[in-house]
T-cell receptor, first 114, second 115 residues
Framework: DVKVTQSSRYLVKRTGEKVFLECVQD?????MFWYRQDPGLGLRLIYF???????EKGDIPEGYSVSREKKERFSLILESASTNQTSMYLC?????????????FGAGTRLSVL | QKEVEQNSGPLSVPEGAIASLNCTYS??????FFWYRQYSGKSPELIMF????GDKEDGRFTAQLNKASQYVSLLIRDSQPSDSATYLC???????????????FGQGTILTVHP
């Protein structure tokens, strides 16, 4: 079974802090994704990566950055956390391109910025 | 127009009934279509994917795809209270020659199956 592990289920941070959210997958997947999910707004893509050290902006990259130094690990960084970044953050991975490119999700990190 | 639209819900059906969840998409180049289920406080999990016109059945679940009408649906037969969840439709396509597996998600439809 594919396993996508997010380092924390719950995080509470202060405004202005630098926040790191970590995601690790164990299936040698090429693609990794970071989403945030808010009530009424659905899943929104922040950043994705299709290879080591490669990254692309998603729909809402402002205020975030990412790092992918190893294939299995994809980090989301909030450079200076703000209250409007309070959300559920979901990491996902997928094997590669093609019609059956299923994304597998981690359990999610619920971040509160106070 | 949103890229992927789902019937707004919430949808409430009695136990044993058929639940019908609908999704339309705007990109004619879309290749594959996915249905995810998300329980409250949990992450999405894949139920089915479909990429050819017609029906695909898996147990109590049937996905239906009509590319000409840009429409995909999920039918749940013999609905159970454990089916109560948010159902997300997701679509992948080819933008600029490659998609890198990006999915575009609908807003989700909340389904409640009452005993």
């Amino acid at each position: 079974d594919v396993k996508v592990t997010q380092s924390s289920r719950y995080l509470v941070k202060r405004t202005g802090e630098k926040v790191f959210l970590e995601c690790v997958q164990d299936m040698d997947h090429e693609n990794m994704f970071w989403y945030r999910q808010d009530p009424g707004l659905g899943l929104r893509l922040i950043y994705f990566s299709y290879d080591v050290k490669m990254k692309e902006k998603g729909d809402i990259p402002e205020g975030y950055s990412v790092s992918r130094e190893k294939k299995e690990r994809f980090s989301l960084i909030l450079e200076s956390a703000s209250t409007n970044q309070t959300s559920m953050y979901l990491c996902a991975s997928s094997l590669g391109q093609g019609a059956k490119n299923i994304q597998y999700f981690g359990a999610g990190t619920r971040l509160s910025v106070l | 127009q949103k890229e992927v639209e789902q019937n707004s819900g919430p949808l409430s059906v009695p136990e044993g009934a058929i639940a019908s969840l609908n999704c339309t998409y705007s990109d004619r180049g879309s290749q594959s279509f996915f249905w995810y289920r998300q329980y409250s406080g949990k992450s999405p999990e894949l139920i089915m994917f479909i990429y050819s016109n017609g029906d695909k059945e898996d147990g109590r679940f049937t996905a239906q795809l009509n590319k000409a009408s840009q429409y995909v649906s999920l039918l749940i037969r013999d609905s159970q209270p454990s089916d109560s969840a948010t159902y997300l439709c997701a679509v992948t396509g080819w933008a600029g020659g490659t998609s890198y597996g990006k999915l575009t998600f609908g807003q989700g439809t909340i389904l409640t199956v009452h005993p």
